[in-house]
């Protein structure tokens, strides 16, 4: 099946720094999502971005689907923003195989 | 809010026993999918239904069986459970046309 790698798996920030988030993934797929999951297990959606640019507020989001990888944006971090951030994407069907995530901590 | 519920929040119960998890999908969303949580496995898919009807099947244990009712909302039966069934579970749905998952709250399932 597709495998998906996201890297740094953990990242500490000072409030007002900004990051990067990497997703490789090793097949075609039809559906890419970035996800946060907040310190209280919430699955929250970031972006739907198979292809293309994404901005929403402090994130943005590209996925080159020709070179198989997506990154994630976060500018001038919050406290709230840390949490496991994960990169799921479909091949062929809908089931989402997601990668193993990315611990964010923000710091005062 | 994804528009996804999902109940309960939290269940604790003994080995052996057998829980039903329940999920109602955003209204309009047609398929509903159940992913399993757990330390060491990560974000597993379990299974998929669409509009009632069982679409695709991940890694879901035989003791484990969910259906989707007319009114569009599904189960997920969990039986014989053991300590290592201990995780969370996440109900998703999603329109037929567009893959986009959006994800419940999750039920925190704890073996004792």
């Known amino acids: 099946g597709i495998q998906v790698e996201q890297s740094p798996p953990d990242l500490i920030l000072q409030e ?3 990051s990067t988030l990497r997703c490789n993934f090793s097949d075609s797929v039809n559906n890419l999502q970035w996800f946060h999951q ?8 970031l972006f739907y971005i ?15 689907a020709t070179e198989r990888y997506s990154l994630l944006y976060i500018s001038s971090s919050q406290t709230t923003d840390s949490g496991v951030y994960f990169c799921a994407v479909t091949g062929g069907g809908n089931k989402l195989t997601f990668g193993t995530g990315t611990q964010l901590k923000v710091e005062l | 809010d994804s528009g996804v519920t999902q109940t309960p929040k939290h269940l604790i119960t003994a080995t052996g026993q057998r829980v039903t998890l329940r999920c109602s999908p955003r209204s309009g ?15 597993q898919f379990l299974i998929q239904y669409y509009n009632g009807e069982e679409r695709a099947k991940g890694n879901i244990l035989e003791r ?18 053991e300590l290592g069934d201990s995780a969370l579970y996440f109900c998703a749905s999603s329109v037929g046309a567009r893959p ?10 704890t073996v004792l």
């Open chain 1, 16 to 18: 007002g720094a900004n």
């Open chain 1, 38 to 45: 907040n310190p209280w297990g919430q699955l929250i959606n």
């Open chain 1, 50 to 64: 198979p292809s293309g640019t994404k901005q929403n507020g402090r994130l943005s989001a590209t996925t080159v």
């Open chain 2, 29 to 43: 969303d047609l398929s509903v999918y159940w992913y399993q949580q757990s330390l060491d496995q990560g974000l």
């Open chain 2, 64 to 81: 484990f069986s969910a259906q989707q009712f007319p009114d569009l909302h599904s189960e997920l039966n969990l039986s014989s459970l």
């Open chain 2, 100 to 109: 986009e998952q959006f994800f419940g709250p999750g039920t925190r399932l």
